[in-house]
C-alpha cells in the first residue's frame, strides 16, 4: 500500500475541524490508519509536582479526542491518539521514526513575534506533509473535502524528484488532475544575460533548452 500510516498533528486549536477533516478524507482515499499526535511541549524534565497536573492535562485531552473518534469511526477510519510529554521537534521525530509514517497532516498558523510550533515541525521534519491553510469548517466534515487539482512546482533538483513522484501517486488514489511546473527565475537569466538589450534575442533560446531539460526531468515519470 502507498499509504498504510499518516500522522496527524493535532492540539486542539482553531485549525481542528480543519486538519481533521483533510485527515479523514485522505485516510478514506487511501485507506491510511491515523495515527494522532498531540505534544504537551516541555524544554525539560518537567519536576514531580507537576506530573499531576500533566497527567489531568493528559486526560482533558484524551476526553476531548472522543468526539473526533466517534465522528471518523463512522466512516470506518481506523485511528489512535498519543499524547506525549517532551520537546517538540524530538517528540514528533521520535514518533516518525518508530511508526514510520509515509505523511504527515498538519495546519499552519503564525506568530507575530515567534515561531509557530507549527512552523518548527513544518521545516524541521524530513517527511511528506500535507499543510493544511486556506480552510474553514464550522465542523469536522470530509464530504467538504475535495482534491480534484494537484500542482506540484519542481526545480529539476533531486528532492523535487521525490516531491513529483510522491505526489503523482498520490493524485492516482485522488483521481485527481496533475500538473508540473517549472519556473525559471529572473536571476537565472540575469545570470545568462549580459545586457537587457540581448534579452529577447536570447530568451527563446534559454527557454527552449529549458524545456528540452524539464522533458529529460520527466522521463523516468509516467506522466503527460
Known sequence: MFIDKILVAIDFGKETNNIVSYAGYFSLKT??????????????????YVLKYI???KRTIEKRFID????????NIKLDLEV???RLQESFQKYIDEKKPQMLVIGFSRHQFRRSSSEKIIKSLKIPML????VSFNEIDLNSVSVKKMLCPVDLSEPSKKALSFSLKLSQYLSADFSV???????????????KEDLKSYFKVILEERRKEFYRYLEDFSCK
Open 181 to 195: 511546473l517549472h519556473v525559471i527565475s529572473n536571476r537565472f537569466m540575469k545570470n545568462k544575460i549580459l545586457k
Open 31 to 48: 485507506g491510511g490508519y491515523l495515527y494522532f499526535l498531540n505534544v504537551i511541549d516541555y524544554i525539560i524534565t518537567p519536576p514531580a
Open 84 to 86: 506525549v510529554v517532551g
Open 68 to 75: 473526533i473518534k466517534s465522528i471518523l469511526e463512522r466512516y
Open 131 to 134: 499543510v493544511v491553510r486556506g
Open 55 to 57: 497527567d489531568e492535562e
